[in-house]
């Protein structure tokens, strides 16, 4: 009997020992991304395709920058951060939770103005003192949080810099992040959106009615970096990013790549 315990112990450390390193092989062979809400569909594939060339598991989470920044800056086990603004990566940096060293402008993207489909408004000219606030009417203007979400940040600052932003504040739908901000529009829950470019071509549910131009607010670029606790195989992740295949499919999703290619 005492044999019999001894042996079934021995199985049982055996196991324990087989499973642990089991784990941490399967840890090593898998990282987890935290990126902007609006990279969701190219990010998908991206990674997809990053999977099937490197063999490693990628793990993505989807919100808004601040709100993922915040996380990781609590302790979340995120390798890599792709922001849809500066501000959010710079933060990181700050923070201490994000290597600096191995950051790079990866994308840009566009400010544009969105109805639902079925909607009878056409095309709109912006232009200084835009009376978006008519056009808008009794309805909302759905876009991320003016006071955190890159998005919304952006549709701030262009309000301001057109001159109307004191107009339409009380009008604004602020959401959590900008693919919030695109239901809304895409649901005929606010007449009107302002989201990226790349969030409208995915959304058969809305049209653009009106791109921003680029001098009414500052150029949105997404940075990408590894955490400060970011496993291995992210080096590779961060240089797959900038490889030509990650390049066609981020293009073919309307993103502008702004980092030099890898391959």
């Known amino acids: 009997m005492v044999q019999k315990k001894r042996f079934a112990a021995a ?3 055996a196991l324990a020992i087989a499973l642990t390193g089991h784990s941490a092989a399967a840890q090593q062979n898998s990282i987890t991304v935290f990126a902007a ?32 920044i915040k996380q990781i800056e609590a302790g979340a086990p995120a390798d890599v951060f792709v922001s849809a603004d500066l501000k959010w990566m710079d933060y990181g940096v700050q923070k201490k939770v994000i290597k600096n060293d191995t950051r790079v402008n990866l994308l840009g993207n566009t400010l544009v103005l969105i109805a ?16 978006l606030a008519k056009l808008a009417g009794d ?7 003016v006071r955190a979400v890159p998005v919304g940040i952006y549709a701030k600052e262009a309000l301001e810099k057109l001159g109307v932003w004191a107009s339409v504040a009380s009008k604004m739908a602020m959401t959590a992040n900008v693919r919030a901000a695109l239901i809304l529009v895409a649901r005929g829950e606010a007449p009107f959106g302002i989201v990226y470019s790349t969030d409208a071509k995915v959304e058969p549910g809305v049209k653009i009615v009106a791109t921003f131009p ?30 030509s295949t990650a390049r066609t499919i981020f293009q073919r999703y309307g993103f502008a790549v702004l980092a030099k290619p890898t391959s």
């Open 116 to 131: 639902p489909k079925d909607s009878k408004v056409g095309n709109v000219t912006i232009g200084p003192g835009f009376d």
């Open 139 to 145: 309805g909302r203007i759905a876009t991320g949080d």
């Open 214 to 243: 680029e001098n009414t607010h500052p150029p949105i670029i997404y940075p990408v970096a590894a955490t400060t606790n970011a496993r291995p195989a992210t080096a590779a992740y961060l240089a797959f990013l900038r490889s």
């Open 37 to 68: 809400a609006s990279m969701k569909n190219a990010l998908d594939d991206v990674d997809a395709a990053f999977s099937k060339t490197n063999g490693v598991k990628v793990v993505a989470s989807y919100d808004a920058s601040s709100a993922l």
């Open 11 to 13: 199985v049982a450390v």
